[in-house]
Structures are given as C-alpha cells and as structure tokens.
C-alpha cells in the first residue's frame, strides 16, 4: 500500500511540475521535499502461489530445507502442501485433492514421466540442482493439461545459457549428485547432472528389522542442450535416465525378492516467438518405464514383468487471447503378466501387449471483463483407440478470477477424462503397480468437479492466507483387492483382483504462509473425504480409498540467522490410512488361506514425525559458495505404523502384526559446494 502511495503522489508531482514549467516565470512554484522513505519487503518464501491454486518453487533455494538421507528432495515437499498427502516410509506417489497417484500427470518439459519415487518414496528421481522451478497445479487451470482427473506437477527445464563454466557437487551418506553447466557458444549451453547412491555400506542397520532385510541402490543422469538458434527460436534436447534394483529377504518365510524398474526418456522441443507476439511449442517424445518384479519361496519363483513405452508429438499456439494445440500419442502398454514355476500348479499368463493411440485437440480463450476479473473458457477433445475398440470424450472448462494484488479469487468448473490405470496390491514404491489402458471391461475414468481457491495478502505482503474448497464426482474407478498369496493360491488373473464402481473427493484446506523476513515457511491443514463406492460381493456400498486421509497437517519452517547458518524443521500429523483386516488365518497343506473383513474397513494409527536440520555456509577463493548440512528424520522417534503383514513361523504358529517404521532416528550429513 505505501509503495501504492508512493507511485500515486509521484504522478501527481510530475503532473504538477510539468504545467508550472509552461508556466510565466511569475507563476512558478516551488516545492521542496525534505525526505522520502519507501519501505518494501522482499518475498523471500521458497513457494509462491497465483490466484489459480498453482504453485511454484524455486529450487534453486532447497539447501535450506531439512533433507531426508542427505537430500533435500522438490516433490517430497510439494507434499507438505495442503490438499497433498504426505507420503509415509514404505509408501510411493502423489495424491492430491483426494485423487489417486495414477490420476496425477508428473512431467518434464511437458513430456511425462510414469515413476518417480526412489527408496520406497523417501524422494523421487529428480536431481533439483538440474531444474530451476518446480510448478504444482492442483486444480486444471487450463484445457492444456493432460487426460487426467487429478494434478500436474511440472519440472521446468534449464532457462538461460551459462556465461561461464559452473555447477555444483552434493556428498551424501547414501548418495551423491553434481551438476555442470557447460556455455558451449554464446547461443549453445549443455546442463548434465548424475547422482548414484551406496546406501547399503552405512544405513544397512537401519534398513533390516527381525527377518527382514533391504538392499537397494538406484541412479539418475539428465543431459540438457539448448540451443538458440536466434532471437525468435529455441531448439532444445533433453533426456533422462534413471534405475533402480533392490534386493529383499523374509527369512521367515524363506521368501527372496528381487526387483529392477526405472525409466527411461529423450525429447525434443522447438520454441518459436514472432513479432506479432504469436508463441509456437512443438515437442517430439519417447518415454518408457519399466519393471521386473521376482519372488523366491523355497522352491517357487515368481515373475511379474510389465511395461508401459509412449512416442508422441505435442504442438501448442498462443496468440494474444488464444491458446490451442493437439497431441498424439502412441502407447505400447504391457500389464503384468505372472510367470509362476515350482509350485503344484504351475501358471503362465499371456504377456499381451496393448497399443492403443491417444489424439487430443483443445483451444481457450480469455476474456479480461475489467483490470482485476478475466474469464477463461475452453474445450478439449480426445479419441481413444484400442484394438478397434474407440473411446471419445469432450472435457470443457470454465475458470473465473480476480485479482487486485492483495486479494486472489477464483472458481473452476471442469468435466475430465482419462484412458490410463494404474493398479497392483502395494503402493509401496517397488514394482508391484502397473498400467493398463482403457479396452472392452475398462472403460474410460471420467471426473466432473468443481475448484474454489483463494488467496488473501496481510500486513505489507508479508503474510498470505490460502484456502481451498473442491468436489469431484469420478467415473470408472478401480481397486486392486487381491493380495500376494493371490500368486501362489489361485489362477490368477488380473481382472478377477478388480473392483469396479465410482469416487467421490471432496474437501477444503488451509494455509498460513510468511512470505518475507528471517523466519519464513506456512502451516497448512487439509480435511479430506475421498470414497469409492463397488457393488461387488463382499465389497457393497462406499468405502474409503486405499489412500484415504481425513486429516493432516504439516508444518515448515526456515530461519535465516545470518549469511552463515540457518536451520529448518518439518512436523507433520496425519490421519493413518485405512487397511483390509484378517479376521481369520488357517494353515492347509502348507498353503496360508486367509479370510479378510471389510474392504479398509480399518485405520493404521495416526502417523506423526518431525525433521529438523542445520545448515551452515561459506564462501572460498576456489568455490563460490560451500555448504554442510546435518540432518535429523523422525527427530521424536515416533513409531509409525506403516502397514500390517502375516508373520508365520518355522513351528508352524502365524500371527498378523503391524509393521512399524524401521527409521526410528535417522541422522544424515552432507556436504555441497557452487563453483
């Protein structure tokens, strides 16, 4: 508001100065001022939101935070956001506004990316240093987004070429990582990153309790090359390739698992800007995640591989008011597929692979009705087409905001649809989950919905108030009800382990965010109703969803104590989610049958964990800036439950137990330096 003053009382001034010049010499005033004083504060929060609910973070500001096995990680944070749910240990994805994971559209420069989690969720497969902004758009805001009933979190590609040669190296206790920017020309710029980890030589103790036992290492390497051809094009090649391989051991059981999954991804882009302010994007894609799923029981293996591959092309205008494009995209989607030897019945099922095409076509228009309310309306069409089998939708979209700096208002009506599912019996991170595309049984998922959000600014700026409201009714929604023992008891068969019906989402969430100062970060709490409803036997009427939360709230915060040390801390309290229970267990020719009660017709305990960090910097004649951090996970030590589990034993007793977390404490340390 000063700065408002200030502007308004200047123009006066220059408007009053510039008649007295023409005026007689007889007529002119003079007016002195003894002093002026702007006072301003600088929006120092590592998020920002904008009237549409979409946030955006700066990732180049992460070191700050508290980090998770030495790193700090972007998604894992996006998760302390309200609406999103945190992820606990031993649990994998996004969920967003009550949505499933695989309802959510996760990309990099557009093109997407099918899994993203490393180490059983703990963070996910991006190296921050190589991406300078993270957007999250919770709600659609435009008819651009993807066929998906959810979200879309955005890894924005490197922005600028290097005047010089620069990057940055991060040592970790399980891993490390570096990026190196590279100004090849003035117009041609090379951004590489690579991070591997060697968990199992110091955290092997944590990552074994009673008979259990994890051995795990992963990889990520990202390779940018920009190109600027002039002042009107932009060319741009980016790529990733990621792995993971675990090993675990029940001994218990005498059960081995082994599990290999990763992906995969090349593109390229081609950015063209006129001087009529038209923007052209065009994009060519391939992108490919994939996994291998083994299990050893005495004398029984068990394969489950599956796969999913996408080649597409995606073209976007942007003229004036006007946006449009299309997309194709070819999918090539194996589902899993079981291969059981060993045991008394012996099982192959028929790895068929599916390649249905995905066409869209959509446009949008805005419409400014004042300085401060703009109306956005628009449409996307998209065909489906699987082994001759057609699926169409048309999705319109209607978003309404205002806007006058200090108080943000919107409202959207939307209607989506999506041809993709993702299902399997453990959300757990390794490769037990799989894609399966729309075909004749599995319709496509359709969303209809509405957004409310609003954000209201206090006290010079310096404070934000946050809250959304949302209701989504969705069509065509599945759950896996089948367990593990399904592979080694019955035929399987996919089909048969899926429960089919309809979703209800809805909710609200609150955010107080200090946006400026030494002392920044936001406490936020959501409630959230997320249902589906089946009517197959023993499955009638409505029960929560696998990742069903009411409550949570999550709390961050960052305190600058100077140019050296500053220091950050997370707690978070949630509601725990809910679980099938075994009401009976029995024990037939060495075979486990197992009767369970309601589908998640019971609650884990409440999960709750505080993280806190430490970090100090400096800088050196060698190195820009250098930098430590120490970091403590689950400061309280809070004993989690994560999920329950049938433990049998070699006299023949069996018992079904929670599983509780295996990190009760868990100290890291790392060390970065910017040259």
């Known amino acids: 508001m000063r700065l408002r003053g200030f502007i308004y009382w200047s123009v006066i001034l220059f408007c009053t100065f510039s008649f007295c010049a023409h005026a007689q010499e007889e007529d002119v005033w003079n007016i002195s001022l003894d002093s002026l004083v702007v006072k301003s504060y600088q929006n120092t929060s590592l998020m920002k939101t904008n009237g549409n609910g979409k946030v955006t973070w700066d990732l180049r500001q992460m070191e700050s935070l508290p980090k998770i096995l030495g790193n700090a990680d972007p998604v894992r944070y996006a998760q302390m956001l309200p609406g999103v749910q945190t992820n606990n240990e031993f649990s994998a994805g996004l969920r967003i506004q009550g949505c499933d994971n695989q309802h959510n559209v996760i990309t990099v420069g557009e093109v997407p990316i099918y899994n993203i989690n490393h180490l059983l969720g703990f963070f996910s497969s991006f190296v921050s240093s190589h991406y300078p902004v993270m957007e999250l758009t919770k709600s659609p805001a435009s008819v651009q987004m993807a066929n998906r009933l959810g979200s879309e979190l955005t890894m924005e590609l490197p922005d600028s070429i290097p005047s010089s040669v620069n990057g940055e190296v991060s040592l970790g206790l399980i891993s490390s990582q570096g990026t190196l920017r590279i100004p090849v020309t003035r117009r041609l710029g090379v951004t590489l990153s690579l991070r591997g980890s060697y968990m199992n030589l110091l955290y092997g103790h944590w990552l074994r ?101 996408d080649i597409g092309y995606k073209g976007h205008v942007t003229w004036q008011r006007w946006n449009a494009g299309i997309e194709a995209i070819m999918h090539e989607i194996q589902p899993q597929a079981l291969e059981r030897t060993g045991s008394y019945n012996e099982f192959m099922t028929d790895a068929e692979v599916e390649r249905p095409l995905e066409l869209s076509m959509y446009g949008e228009y805005t419409l400014h009705l004042s300085d401060r309310f703009k109306a956005i309306g628009g449409v996307r069409g998209s065909v489906f087409n699987n082994t001759g089998i057609s699926y169409w939708g048309i999705d319109p979209l209607l978003l309404f905001c205002y806007d006058n700096m200090d108080f943000q208002f919107s409202i959207s009506c939307y209607r989506k649809h999506q041809y993709l599912f993702q299902t399997g019996f453990s959300d757990m991170g390794l490769p037990t989950e ?16 509405i957004n409310i959000s609003l954000n209201h600014y206090y006290l010079n700026r310096r404070y934000k108030v946050s809250a959304d409201v949302y209701y989504k009714k969705l069509d065509g929604q599945i759950e896996y009800s089948g367990s593990v023992l399904n592979l080694m008891n019955t035929v399987y068969s996919i089909d048969e382990s899926l429960l089919h019906g309809q979703g209800e989402n809805y909710g609200y969430s609150l955010l107080l965010n200090k946006c400026s100062g030494s002392i920044t970060g936001w406490v936020g709490y959501s409630y959230t109703h997320s249902a589906r409803t089946f009517n197959s036997d023993g499955h009638e ?29 997370t707690l978070v309290y949630a509601s725990g989610t809910p679980f099938t229970v075994a009401e009976s267990l029995s024990l037939i020719n060495g075979n486990i049958l197992v009767q369970y009660g309601e589908h998640n017709g019971k609650r884990l305990s409440p999960y709750a964990r505080a993280d806190v960090s430490i970090n100090y910097k400096w800088t050196h004649h060698i190195f820009k800036e250098n930098g430590v951090n120490f970091s403590l996970y689950n400061l309280t030590c809070h004993n989690n439950e994560l999920f329950y589990y049938l433990k049998s034993h070699h006299d023949g007793r069996f018992a079904y137990r929670p599983v509780n977390s295996i990190l009760k404490l868990l100290p890291s340390l790392s060390y970065y330096c910017k040259f």
């Not at 894609?435 to 496509?444: A, D, H, I, N, V």
């Not at 009427?541 to 050296?564: A, C, D, K, W």
């Open 434 to 449: 799989f894609w399966m595309p729309s075909r004749q049984g599995l319709k496509p998922q359709v969303a209809n919905a």
């Open 209 to 309: 309790e009673g008979d259990h036992r994890l051995r795990y290492s992963f990889f990520d390497s990202n390779v940018t090359i920009d190109y600027r051809v002039n002042s009107q094009n932009r060319i741009i090649f980016d790529s990733y390739w990621g792995m993971d391989r675990a090993n675990f051991s029940e001994e218990s059981y005498l059960a081995k698992m082994k599990a290999r999954w990763g992906n995969q991804m090349a593109s390229l882009h081609w950015h063209h800007c006129n001087d009529h302010g038209v923007l052209v994007r065009n994009t060519v894609f391939a992108t490919r995640y994939h996994n291998l799923f083994q299990l050893h029981m005495t004398d029984m293996v068990f394969r489950l591989p599956s796969s999913i591959l």
């Open 541 to 569: 009427g409505q029960i929560p969803s696998n990742h069903s939360r009411p409550h949570e709230v999550n709390l961050v915060v960052t305190y600058s104590l100077n140019n050296h040390w500053n220091f950050g801390a």
